[in-house]
């Protein structure tokens, strides 16, 4: 039977668990023991660390995204990521207000992963994507439709390009895109380069778009929401 305030056949506290998930979030996994020394006096390995956040933090749900403007706008690319010494490519896709929709990592970059990618985007927005802002990968032309029958898809490098769409103007740059992927890259620096494999590679996605959303919340002081998606990451 196990103690009161343990997990059964685990040796540390539930609280020194959950402190460790919840840096673990924010912190690189090599830091977060130091604090927990500091904390509880808790001697745990970052490996450790890691196998506690891969195994309670793993059903993680992201609030459903809500958007009520007239016309959504959303950008997508990919870059690569190494997984098990060996380049993959990391997809994501965010729209036109900043808001990150979901993320993949796929062994390769062909039309199946770009499928994926925005069929699962589709079900997680709940209405139709009316342009698609993409790079020259004839993937996402393909693909575009499963964001919506009438999604148009459009090619737009850095310097940006005019384009009329229902008879107004807008002026589009897949700049968005470049710029999750300079944060991803940092995110990538700064806590994995290298993934053992695919499945814990996907779970650094989520728990990227899970610091993107509670940095947002905080920003625009949702703490109720913040809260609520804290106390399901750390609550087991």
Same mark, same amino acid.
């Given at each position: 039977m196990a103690k009161t305030g343990y997990l059964k056949r685990y040796r540390s506290p539930i609280i020194v668990i959950k402190m460790a998930i919840f840096l673990h979030i924010y912190l690189p996994s090599r830091i977060v023991p130091l604090f927990l020394f500091l904390l509880f #006096? $808790? +001697?745990?390995?970052?490996?450790? &660390? %890691?196998?506690?956040?891969? +195994?309670? @933090? *793993? #059903?993680? &749900?992201? /609030?459903?995204? *809500? %958007? @009520?403007?007239d016309i959504l706008i959303c950008h997508v690319d990919e870059k690569y990521v190494k997984v098990k010494g060996e380049w993959h490519y990391w997809w994501s896709i965010k729209d036109c207000f900043g808001n990150i929709i979901h993320?993949? =990592?796929? /062994?390769? !970059?062909?039309?199946?992963? $770009? +499928?994926?990618?925005?069929?699962?985007?589709? !079900? !997680?927005?709940?209405r139709d994507v009316d342009i698609l802002i993409r790079d020259g990968l004839n993937a996402y032309q393909r693909s575009a439709k499963?964001?919506?029958?009438? %999604? !148009?898809?459009? =090619?737009? #490098?850095?310097k940006g390009k005019?384009?009329?769409?229902?008879? +107004?103007?807008?002026? =589009?740059?897949?700049? /968005?895109?470049?710029?999750?992927?300079?944060?991803i890259d940092f995110y990538l620096a700064k806590f994995q380069n290298n993934?053992?494999?695919?499945e814990s590679a996907n779970r650094f996605a989520n728990l990227f778009m899970l610091r993107k959303h509670l940095k947002k919340c905080l920003f625009e002081k949702k703490l109720s929401e @913040?809260?609520?998606?804290?106390?399901?990451? =750390? *609550?087991f």
């Open positions: #006096g $808790a +001697k745990v390995s970052y490996k450790t &660390v %890691c196998d506690w956040t891969n +195994k309670f @933090a *793993n #059903g993680i &749900v992201l /609030p459903e995204y *809500n %958007c @009520a403007a993320a993949i =990592i796929t /062994p390769f !970059r062909d039309y199946d992963s $770009a +499928k994926k990618l925005l069929q699962e985007s589709r !079900r !997680r927005i709940g499963f964001l919506g029958r009438k %999604c !148009r898809s459009v =090619i737009a #490098g850095i005019g384009f009329i769409y229902k008879k +107004k103007f807008y002026w =589009i740059t897949n700049n /968005p895109s470049e710029s999750l992927n300079s944060e993934f053992a494999n695919l @913040a809260s609520s998606l804290l106390t399901q990451a =750390i *609550n």
